[in-house]
C-alpha cells in the first residue's frame, strides 16, 4: 500500500488488535470483527464510473485481499 499511498493515510488503517483495546474498557456488551459485507460494498463501488472508484480499483488489487476490511464495532458506554 505505501506505493499508493502517503504516509497520513498508512496511519489511518489498523487492525481488530489496534482498536479493541482503546474501546472495550470505555464500553459495556463490546464486540468488534470483520464486517461480511466487505465484498459486497467494495464491488458495488467499484463497477461504478466514480474516478475515485477508478484509483481504488489499483488500491485493492495491490491489497490481494490480505490486509483491507471494514470493521465493525459496537457496545453501551459505560
Known amino acids: 500500500m505505501k506505493l499508493l ?7 489511518m488503517w489498523h487492525s481488530i488488535d489496534w482498536w479493541k483495546p482503546k474501546f472495550e474498557a470505555h464500553l459495556e456488551n463490546f464486540n468488534i470483527s ?9 464491488n458495488d463501488w467499484l463497477t461504478c464510473d466514480n ?6 480499483r489499483l488500491m485493492l488489487e495491490a491489497d490481494r485481499g490480505r490486509f483491507m476490511n471494514l470493521i465493525k464495532l459496537t457496545g453501551t458506554i459505560r
Do not use: G, I, R
Not at 499511498?5 to 496511519?11: E, F, G, K, P
Not at 474516478?51 to 481504488?56: G, I, Q, S, V
Open 5 to 11: 499511498w502517503d504516509n497520513d493515510a498508512l496511519q
Open 34 to 42: 470483520e464486517m461480511d459485507c466487505f465484498s459486497c460494498a467494495w
Open 51 to 56: 474516478p475515485y472508484a477508478a484509483e481504488d
